[in-house]
């Protein structure tokens, strides 16, 4: 996940292109945010869905990500247009 955006953020400093690599960095980091704020809540138990605990607020925060700023499906949809030429 930090090699996809730092290597993403090096192109964009060098003024290139990063369509591809902004989208898979921006897919990529969100998806496995998620997953990590769920295992934590899996770890957790019921205590990971109160709001008792900070990790609840963690999963809901994160999922956002995966939806602004272009969906998951989209930035999928942009990273195959990309590759395909399209
Ligand atoms: C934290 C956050 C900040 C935001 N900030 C802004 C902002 O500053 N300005 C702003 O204008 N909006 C903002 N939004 C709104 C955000 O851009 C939209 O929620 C997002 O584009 C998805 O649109 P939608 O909610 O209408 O879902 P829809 O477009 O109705 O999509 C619903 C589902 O269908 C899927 N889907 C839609 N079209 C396709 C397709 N062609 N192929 C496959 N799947 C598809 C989507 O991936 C999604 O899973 C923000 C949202 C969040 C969560």
Redesign the pocket.
Known sequence: MRHLIYSAAEKKDKGENITKEGAMAKLYASEIGTRVAMRAIDIMGYDGLTEDFPVERYLRDIK??E????????Q??VISRQILGR
């Open positions: 956002l990500m939806i602004g700023e272009g969906t998951s499906e989209v999928r949809i």
